[in-house]
């Protein structure tokens, strides 16, 4: 319809130079925190486009970045990977870059992918997810000098090679925020369900909500558990919880955990259930959460990879992000147990 | 770990030939239902995986498939098209197949990605969501010649040159199995509350609901609210409908809308709701809900984007599947209306 914006029409407006506008692009690294998001916005209020063929041909560089896609489970807890999905396809596009998606069983399987897309298409690099213990496809993309940056840190030290670049969210700071918030409430016996020991985003999730309690004075024996990731377990485990100990209150490492929490304590006015990952189902039916600042990830894991890939690579980036805390009607004061404002669940 | 798998191996174990086994890969349309099923569950079993590289030189084809990735908006009615990227992603995975996603403004800006993909990435075709009335995607692929699958029927014939292959789900199916189900429970007072007239897929919901109103020889008059698609917008309509009529059950066009309405009708007892899409939210909550079987839709875009691909190129397929009512708490019969059975939003 009207004039494609180019990048020189982009540098008027926000009043920069065009190698500026460019760097935006290209090179998001090398500009500072204020300039990136005002010429963004520019970008995104003109429409601008890259024109990719001829990047393409300039860079050497095709502009996909390969993704597993992992399943959506029950919905619930998939969600957030989604979300991250769809914020990371939005940072790409915004740099004309695009996600290429497949799936794989395990990470033998995933690292089998990997193979196959750089012998079949032009990738850039991978965006991984879900690192964890033993992690073998950090050492395997290490090795072969393929660019990637996972979501969620290393979990342990001796599986990758080198230092590599990451985003992870402080999942201790979520739990602990959680668990500030019941105290506030009037809480002081409060309950953790979570999974079992051994898996890195979970125990960093139990160690948030048992240093808080220490650091208040608070008894944490009894009052911790350990369950598979369902609705049916978090129900289970804070209907035990209820009957065995004098708890109140409930800190769960997912949305799927508390939503069976909540579930169990209908019966229990001023029960206080907190989540974690505030999916759609946590502001459907008035549940606190941790939420996680997907956009923030996705644009930082999207910036790490394309530092990476420009003519001078910059140095691998850690980056620890805050999530926050969505405080709705489940969180529960222990004072104020009027049914009317408590939030309920319907039976499945 | 083990040998690789390989056609020999997987046709051995499902008794057919290494041919049958090549065509559910790579011609699943020369293939009949029963031993699709059957070699596609054996491929699954040992893990099978198309050695890309060399069909990619023997084909000419990539095994990419790019797809526009839309908004999540609410988290709820995002959730079916997030559904349906996880199905397609496996049924393309399957058989060696990967999407590439891109984001987009609107159709035009679809178009430009579309030329973009083609110019810069190996693209063998795309699938298209979302048809709706002057949908100028479907002209322009069809006469630039590329391969294309849309998930939901062309709601004008004028628009495109000639017939294309296309999936949908039968709302109005829909809608009419979620109002005989409320007719069932001794509900004749039955609203709808859907989307303003002009949408193909809206006015298919509505269609269902009036149609089957009216062959029960009930009113529909001053039933039918049109809103914009949101928990808000469903709050309101239902609000209304329940001080301005004798509505006792409403059937929703979506799962946000059919959300509202349950919490207008938390203090009725007794009111009915179903909704649309069977999201993860419907089932937490206890909400009855249309569900669209997206593996099946999937798995049939994936098999008609295929067959378009193949040396010799199979005619234009198109496909109306049904949807499924799932039946939870919130469809309320008129005559037992015991609060304790009735499920229940929070306030958000």
Redesign the interface.
């Known amino acids: 319809?009207t004039q494609r914006p180019t990048l020189v029409t982009v540098a008027r407006a926000a009043g920069v130079s065009r190698q500026t506008v460019s760097n935006v692009i290209n090179a998001p690294h090398l500009v500072s925190p204020e300039t990136l998001e005002l010429v963004r916005s520019i970008l995104d209020d003109v429409?601008y486009?890259p024109n990719?063929?001829a990047r393409?041909l300039r860079t050497g560089r095709?502009?996909?970045i390969g993704l597993r896609?992992r399943?959506?489970n029950?919905?619930?807890n998939g969600?957030v990977l989604?979300?991250f999905?769809?914020a990371l396809?939005?940072a790409a596009?915004a740099a004309?870059h695009?996600?290429?998606?497949?799936?794989a069983?395990d990470d033998?399987?995933e690292v089998?992918g990997y193979r196959?897309?750089l012998?079949?298409?032009?990738i850039d690099g991978f965006v991984l997810t879900d690192t964890h213990y033993g992690d073998s496809r950090t050492r395997w993309l290490s090795e072969s000098g393929t660019a990637f940056v996972t979501f969620g840190r290393p979990w342990s030290s001796d599986s990758t090679p080198s230092p590599h670049s990451w985003v992870d969210v402080d999942g201790a700071a979520g739990t602990a925020a959680a668990t500030s918030h019941l105290l506030s409430l009037g809480h002081t016996r409060i309950a953790f369900i979570g999974w079992p020991a051994g898996s890195g985003t979970g125990d960093e999730r139990r160690a948030g909500w048992r240093r808080t309690m220490l650091d208040a004075h608070l008894p944490v024996e009894g009052l911790d558990r350990a369950c598979a990731d369902g609705?049916q377990d978090g129900s289970a485990a804070a209907a035990d919880l209820l009957t065995t100990s004098d708890a109140t209150a409930f800190v769960c490492a997912s949305d799927s955990l508390a939503?069976g929490a909540l579930g169990s304590a209908r019966r229990s006015p001023g029960v206080g259930v907190v989540g974690y990952d505030n999916?759609?189902?946590a502001?459907?039916?008035?549940?606190s959460s941790v939420a996680q600042p997907l956009e923030l990830v996705a644009r930082s894991v999207f910036d790490s990879l394309l530092a990476q890939l420009g003519p001078s690579p910059a140095a691998p980036v850690q980056q620890l992000v805050a999530p926050t805390l969505v405080a709705?009607?489940?969180s529960a004061s222990l004072e104020s147990a009027d049914p009317r404002?408590?939030?309920?669940?319907?039976?499945?």
Chains 1, 2 share one sequence.
């Open positions: 319809m429409g486009r990719l063929a393409q095709s502009g996909n896609m399943p959506s029950d919905g619930i969600a989604d979300g999905l769809h396809t939005e596009q004309g695009r996600i290429v998606l497949f799936t069983a033998d399987d089998r196959e897309l012998d079949t298409t032009n609705i939503l999916t759609a189902v502001a459907a039916v008035g549940m709705r009607a489940s404002h408590a939030p309920f669940v319907g039976a499945p």
